[in-house]
C-alpha cells in the first residue's frame, strides 16, 4: 500500500469536514477521499471505453465514406452548414 499525500486550501477543508460530517457516510476525510479517487477512476475506465467505441465508430464511417469517394479531405464550413440543416430538417 502506498501514502497519498494532497495538499489543500483551509477554506476547502472546512467545507469537505461539514459535508463528511453532515453525510454521516464516512467516518475520516481519508475514506471519503478514497472513494472519491476509486469513483472517479471507474468515470474515467468507463469513458476511455466509450472514447474507444466512438473511435472504432468514426473509423469505420470513413471507410465507408471512402468506398463512396471521399478523399480524406476536410469539409469546407460551407459543407457542414448545409449538412447541418439538413440533418435539421430531418429531426
Not at 465514406?65 to 469539409?75: M, N, P, Q
Amino acid at each position: 500500500m502506498k501514502t497519498l499525500t494532497v495538499a489543500v486550501d483551509e477554506e476547502y477543508i472546512k467545507t469537505l469536514d461539514f459535508v463528511i460530517k453532515s453525510s454521516k457516510m464516512y467516518s475520516s476525510r481519508s475514506e471519503f477521499i478514497k472513494d472519491a479517487v476509486r469513483e472517479k477512476v471507474s468515470e474515467l475506465v468507463k469513458l476511455n471505453e466509450d472514447l474507444k467505441e466512438i473511435r472504432a465508430a468514426a473509423k469505420r464511417m470513413a471507410k465507408k465514406a471512402k468506398e463512396r469517394g471521399w478523399d480524406g479531405s476536410l469539409i469546407s464550413k460551407k459543407e457542414r452548414d448545409k449538412w447541418a440543416k439538413e440533418y435539421m430538417k430531418s429531426l
